[in-house]
T-cell receptor, first 116, second 114 residues
């Protein structure tokens, strides 16, 4: 079946540094990828939708200059948290869909970011 | 806006017990409804779904029925196993978003003991 891989699975960084998280579709081409964020004991919140070759669409309240999303190929999307602060510490999850009309998504295992 | 409310956990059961995890939703139109399961160290996996009122989604002994009159999509299983221990997420995707954007509940952790 479809597999989505996220890397790294966990990362610790110092405040003010930038961190990149990769999301790869291993055995299918993902026209659309989604990035979610999950705080402890809260829902997964959609941050942005990225389509291959075009700019990401961010949800209301998500800073696009802080959370840079790139979807340069049909198998890779990256999320870069720039100038990270402790409040950015969270669990980041990506998902991918094989076509724009599908309503079934494949999720990565998530990446836990801790900013010191 | 659209939202999903599910019961807080953890839910602790003995093996072979009956499971119900409640889920209610708020949405305009006719959303699709989903249950996702997340096992430790793995990504969310689709467990079952229903796309219209009165549909019943089922998989691996789990069932949920799309009840529009009560805006609910409760997850049930007649006899749980230790291997069912995981976090379960109820979610919807709204008709007006092209059914792609998922709105999740907070997740309910299920712990099944032998």
């Amino acid at each position: 079946g479809a597999v989505v891989s996220q890397h790294p699975s966990w990362v610790i960084c110092k405040s003010g540094t930038s961190v990149k998280i990769e999301c790869r579709s291993l055995d299918f081409q993902a026209t659309t990828m989604f990035w979610y964020r999950q705080f402890p004991k809260q829902s997964l919140m959609l941050m942005a939708t990225s389509n291959e070759g075009s700019k990401a669409t961010y949800e209301q309240g998500v800073e696009k200059d802080k959370f840079l999303i790139n979807h340069a190929s049909l198998t890779l999307s990256t999320l870069t948290v720039t100038s990270a602060h402790p409040e950015d510490s969270s669990f980041y999850i990506c998902s991918a869909t094989i076509s724009s009309g599908a309503n079934v998504l494949t999720f990565g295992a998530g990446s836990r970011l801790t900013v010191l | 806006g659209d939202s999903v409310t599910q019961m807080e956990g953890p839910v602790t059961l003995s093996e072979e017990a009956f499971l119900t995890i409640n889920c209610t939703y708020t949405a305009t139109g006719y959303p699709s409804l989903f249950w996702y399961v997340q096992y430790p160290g793995e990504g969310l996996q689709l467990l079952l779904k229903a796309t219209k009122a009165d549909d019943k989604g089922s998989n691996k002994g789990f069932e949920a029925t799309y009840r529009k009159e009560t805006t609910s999509f409760h997850l049930e299983k007649g006899s749980v196993q230790v291997s069912d221990s995981a976090v379960y997420f109820c979610a919807l995707s709204a008709q007006n978003t092209g059914f792609q954007k998922l709105v999740f509940g907070t997740g309910t952790r299920l712990l099944v003991s032998p």
